[in-house]
């Protein structure tokens, strides 16, 4: 699978803006696991740090899962990868793990928070609410995923660079 990355418009309107970024982020992830094999996309190559790009990944499925389907859609399914026992888990993928379960499990969840979002304006509030108690508008979550991805774009672009010398933006 290859991954095409757009450049965000420059002028565009608030909600394609955010739109445009948050895709954005997300193909950047996308680019930063491709070529490697499962086994290089669950190293930790930044002990003592446990972080990995099929943990990123899996992370970002649950993080997509919770925003767009607990809190926005009020659909809460449960957790894909974390449990009780492992509050982490997200981030702990074993040798049994696939990337093509990760990549097709993230996508999934990708596509439904796009559902979720397409009917709601970026001013209205989520049907659901943050453990917090707090309740959020649509503008407010795109803003945080965007924060999110760039975040953990950034622990990409080093875990991607420590496993093979691949740079990027």
Not at 39 to 67: D, F, I, K, N, Y
Request: glycine share 6%; hydrophobic share 35%.
């Amino acid at each position: 699978m290859t991954t095409e990355r757009r450049d965000p418009a420059t002028t565009a309107d608030e909600r394609p803006m955010l739109e445009d970024w948050l895709e954005y982020h997300r193909q950047t992830l996308a680019l930063k696991c491709e070529g490697l094999t499962d086994e290089q996309l669950r190293t930790a190559s930044a002990p003592p740090s446990g972080l990995s790009l099929m943990g990123l990944v899996r992370h970002m499925a649950e993080v997509e899962r919770h925003w767009y389907r607990k809190v926005l859609a009020a659909d809460d399914p449960g957790p894909i990868y974390y449990s009780e026992a492992d509050p982490d888990g997200d981030f702990h993928p074993t040798e049994a793990d696939t990337w093509q379960e990760a990549h097709t499990t993230w996508q999934t969840e990708i596509d439904i928070a796009r559902r979720n979002a397409a009917d709601v304006s970026l001013d209205d509030l989520a049907k659901g609410r943050h453990h917090s108690g707090k309740q959020f508008n649509l503008r407010w979550i795109h803003i945080h995923m965007i924060e999110e991805y760039a975040r953990h774009n950034g622990h990409a672009d080093l875990i991607r660079e420590r496993l093979d010398g691949a740079t990027g933006d």
